[in-house]
């Protein structure tokens, strides 16, 4: 009986494929060892690759979004006219074989030409700018609530249970007395007087 061979159409004929890395990215325009290059992440490095992707006629790149070591490379693709096509990691993994860098950027490059991989979603700047702004907000709440249970920690370890009198030992009240005993002042009544 003779075996079938599956062949799969060529959808991105122009594709490169690039392996992310915080030290270095690993670029593949092709299945061949003179079709990879490494480059590391500095500015002119990342202009460097994109000279050498015009260079090699690439129209379109594929990449892994590996946590914000992709932002810089994006933005200069996409500003010297590559269309960019960010994936996630578990749709371009290479599960035969030994891992390497060079095999990785090889797969993604394999798999983004015959179009196997679709992008992650990347909302427009002014999207972009409000989700930066949210997440910032979101750290400082977090800090500061991380910042008030140490305090209250901290004044217990002392034995000043301020948080048994106070709602709020960040308020206007907790942080008044807190200034004042600071300041050295521990009458109970004065400390009392102080409160709002």
């Given at each position: 009986m003779e075996?079938?061979?599956?062949?799969m159409e060529v959808v991105n004929p122009q594709a490169a494929g690039v392996d992310i890395g915080s030290r270095s990215h690993w670029v593949a325009v092709g299945q061949s060892e003179q079709d990879v290059r490494e480059y590391r992440v500095f500015n002119q490095d990342l202009f460097s690759m994109a000279d050498w992707l015009k260079e090699k006629s690439?129209?379109?790149?594929?990449?892994?979004?590996?946590?914000?070591?992709?932002q810089n490379l994006y933005l200069v693709l996409i500003s010297k006219g590559f269309e960019?096509?960010?994936?996630?990691?578990?749709?371009?993994?290479?599960?035969?074989?030994?891992?390497?860098?060079?095999?990785d950027c090889q797969w993604i490059q394999k798999l983004h030409t015959l179009g196997l991989l679709t992008g992650s979603f990347l909302p427009e700047g002014k999207?972009?700018?409000l989700r930066t702004y949210y997440r910032h907000r979101s750290n400082l709440l977090h800090s500061a609530a991380s910042a008030s249970k140490k305090m209250q920690k901290y004044l217990r370890l002392l034995n000043l249970r301020l948080d048994l009198v106070v709602r709020d030992i960040c308020g206007l009240t907790g942080l008044l007395i807190i200034r004042v005993i600071c300041e050295g002042e521990t009458d109970?009544?004065?400390?009392t007087a102080l409160c709002h």
């Open positions: 075996q079938e061979s599956i062949s690439i129209k379109t790149v594929a990449m892994e979004s590996t946590g914000t070591y992709w960019v096509i960010l994936c996630n990691g578990k749709f371009t993994k290479n599960i035969k074989g030994k891992k390497t860098d060079i095999k999207t972009e700018e109970p009544q004065k400390l």
